[in-house]
């Protein structure tokens, strides 16, 4: 406060000076950083790759995520953003463009249309930024159907309904030459989306959407990391890491040998409620997830291809409790049940989470996880990890 | 002079009125729009996106206020980084034509008038500060009437059929709102320089026009909450001349308050902070509440 009455005469009078024209560029970074401790490092929930991207958390020190956004209104008729997220694993660091479309904002009817790289409209998640996830890792089934999060080059075209229910129908194409895609097709894979949500009274606000992501998959083009062969090696030491691993592959079988259609259908809910609607000091978040993923094709074994098709599911259900105006509990289930053809080897994980928000602008988070295998593998996962924001406030989707 | 000036422009708009238009439907991000778009054009269709139970910093971009901001013909809302989380959000999801920086659809009332508390330099460690200056705007009579004025001239641009009308509502509001103003100023003359302590800077513009001086802030910086640390320093800082009272919006919590109230055995009060359905019906009604309340305090004031 006697900080704030230093200040109040300067303000007042900086105030009579003409405020300078706000730049319109708006740029953010975010740094998301943590500590993990582990057991074992799994690699595959029974060929789907969980490294990588947006994966599982790596034992000890981690960057992932750590973000630097562009965006602003192009002119009268285009938004843009570019946004480049830098991950290190196994001691590299990678830059990776993540997002780089524009966006319409002056065509008639509530259409829209969205250009270049960006976030897939698949399910709820995918089309967030893991930083404004109540938990440090993305659930399981994101990460072994999606790859943590999918976005790849293409186009979306999509259409807001002029009714009091919101209502959002979509379609979009893109190059999938990122999993679950793996294409040299021109269009590689494309994806429906509808979306529907509203209120009840001033204190609950409710979405509900479904997805059918069918993405084409062939051998030539797969850069699923999972299945990095020279991998052993890297990995000497970690005797117990390296057990699971192994475990892993007697059962797996390598999800870049795939040909065919890859279709996932999506199914998500979130619901939202405040006391009136104030969300400053108590809030309570409830969304989970449904995914079937069918693989209809081939699969790779011994230099020939035999056909394959297996459906597999997975889910999550959360709950984030906003107690006060700066602490969230939070709790987590989540499971994956690949298809018979690759083994049994369902997984589960359940998550507790405490985070504290100091202001607007920063996050640290305590997670635990335990996370249990249908191949014998359990680990208890202990993370502390913090998100933090430079520069401009972005704004936040539902 | 700019009150007649404004006349002459809404008389030309009248002239070169339009063919008739449906009515307008108006998106108010805050109840204090929605209750001034109301004077001047009764007959839009008005949806408000939050409540005075709410606030307005901490708004989700849910979908029903997609849905409402998609089938706008105007969004009127207060800018200055008021709605940063929220607005852009809903605007580049309704993909609604009208409403996009090019369009006529986009009016910040904040744009219209002088603000407090600009700042040349931001820094986040200053706390949640608005570079553009104190958002809460709808607090200064003064503001409300400029901001009347160029919203008049917003709607007639939209629904030139309505030129006429609106011209004379603005006039109609104008006289009333100028004569309400003077009966304030008169409540309010014997609460100059009554010291109070609030929650953030909500009524920043209020003090400022009835020259109550905030002697301090529940929040140890804007938009952090208050503190057991903070509350103690206060409490230290005013133990030996106590403010009048302390005051904070029916969005914010009481505890501190009541707690430093406590303390000290001075009153907290809950002020309106804006229009509320039927509690706070109109602009007119809030500052005859806000009034009426801090009223009382002058007598100890005074006493004291």
């Not at chain 1, 970690?238 to 797996?252: F, L, N, P, S, T």
């Not at chain 2, 006349?7 to 209750?35: K, N, Y």
């Not at chain 2, 014997?190 to 513009?205: D, I, N, T, W």
Request: glycine content about 8%.
């Amino acid at each position: 406060m006697r900080f704030a009455l230093a200040v109040l005469p300067l303000a007042v009078a900086s105030s009579l000076a003409q405020a300078n024209p706000v730049s319109n560029l708006n740029i953010s970074g975010i740094l998301n950083g943590g500590y993990t401790v582990r057991d074992s490092e799994p690699e595959s929930i029974g060929g789907y790759p969980l490294s990588g991207h947006g994966g599982a958390l790596p034992e000890g020190f981690w960057l992932d995520h750590t973000e630097l956004a562009l965006s602003a209104n192009v002119d009268d008729l285009f938004y843009g953003k570019l946004t480049t997220v830098l991950e290190s694993h196994d001691g590299e660091t990678e830059v990776e463009l993540e997002e780089a479309f524009i966006q319409t904002l002056s065509l008639p009817g509530g259409l829209g249309v969205r250009a270049g790289r960006f976030l897939a409209e698949v399910g709820y998640l995918n089309s967030k930024h893991a930083h404004t996830d109540y938990f440090a890792d993305r659930p399981l089934p994101a990460q072994a159907f999606l790859g943590g999060h999918y976005f790849d080059d293409g186009v979306r075209l999509n259409w807001v309904a002029p009714t009091d229910l919101y209502l959002e129908l979509g379609a979009e194409a893109f190059a999938g030459t990122h999993f679950p895609a793996a294409s040299g097709e021109r269009v590689g894979a494309t994806n429906l989306f509808a979306n529907l949500g509203g209120d009840i009274g001033d204190s609950q606000s409710w979405q509900t959407s479904l997805s059918w992501l069918q993405a084409d998959a062939d051998p030539d083009h797969c850069t699923a990391d999972a299945h990095d062969h020279g991998h052993e090696e890297e990995h000497e030491g970690d005797y117990e890491g390296e057990e699971g691993h192994d475990e892993a592959h007697e059962h797996g079988v390598d999800i870049c040998g795939f040909k065919g259609d890859r279709d996932l259908l999506v199914a998500a809910a979130v619901w939202k409620w405040a006391p009136g609607g104030n969300f400053k000091y108590q809030s309570l978040t409830l969304q989970g997830e449904f995914y079937r993923q069918e693989e209809s094709g081939e699969m790779a074994h011994d230099d020939h291809f035999h056909p394959w098709q297996q459906t597999s599911y997975g889910g999550y259900l959360s709950a984030a409790w906003q107690f006060s105006p700066q602490w969230t509990v939070g709790a987590r289930g989540s499971y994956v049940e690949p298809g018979d053809g690759y083994g049994d080897d369902k997984a589960t994980a359940y998550d507790a989470m405490i985070q504290y928000n100091h202001s607007h602008f920063s996050t640290v988070r305590l997670q635990y996880t335990r996370e249990e295998r249908d191949i014998g593998l359990t680990d208890d996962v202990l993370t502390l990890q913090y998100v933090m924001s430079l520069g401009d406030h972005s704004a936040h989707q539902f | 002079m700019r009150t007649s000036s404004n006349l002459w422009w809404l008389l030309l708009a009248a002239i070169v009125a339009g063919p008739a238009q449906a009515s307008l439907r108006i998106f108010a991000c805050e109840p204090e729009w929605a209750a001034l778009a109301r004077e001047l054009m009764p007959e839009a269709t008005i949806d408000v996106a939050t409540t005075a139970r709410q606030d307005p910093h901490f708004v989700q971009a849910r979908p029903s206020l997609i849905a409402k901001v998609r089938q706008a013909d105007l969004a009127v809302c207060t800018g200055a980084e008021l709605e940063i989380g929220w607005l852009p959000a809903l605007l580049i999801k309704a993909n609604n034509s009208a409403l996009t920086p090019a369009g006529q659809g986009l009016f910040y009332a904040a744009d219209q008038v002088e603000k407090l508390d600009v700042m040349a330099h931001v820094d986040r460690s200053m706390g949640d500060v608005h570079a553009g200056g104190n958002p809460h705007i709808h607090l200064s009579p003064e503001r409300v009437l400029l901001v009347a004025d160029a919203l008049a001239l917003r709607l007639q641009q939209l629904a030139p059929a309505e030129s006429a009308a609106i011209a004379s509502r603005l006039a109609d509001f104008r006289q009333r709102w100028l004569a309400a103003m003077q009966r304030w100023q008169q409540q309010g003359q014997p609460l100059q320089g009554m010291r109070l302590v609030a929650y953030h800077s909500s009524y920043r513009y209020l003090f400022d026009w009835l020259k109550i001086e905030q002697v301090g802030d529940l929040e140890p910086k804007p938009g952090l909450p208050p503190t057991s640390g903070h509350l103690a320093s206060l409490l230290a800082q005013l133990k030996s001349q106590p403010p009048q009272a302390i005051v904070h919006t029916p969005y914010q919590e009481a505890q501190a308050a009541e707690w430093l109230s406590e303390q000290l055995q001075v009153p907290a009060l809950m002020l309106p902070y804006t229009v509320d359905e039927d509690k706070v019906v109109d602009l007119f009604a809030l500052y005859d509440q806000l009034l009426t309340a801090l009223g009382p305090l002058a007598a100890n004031h005074a006493a004291g």
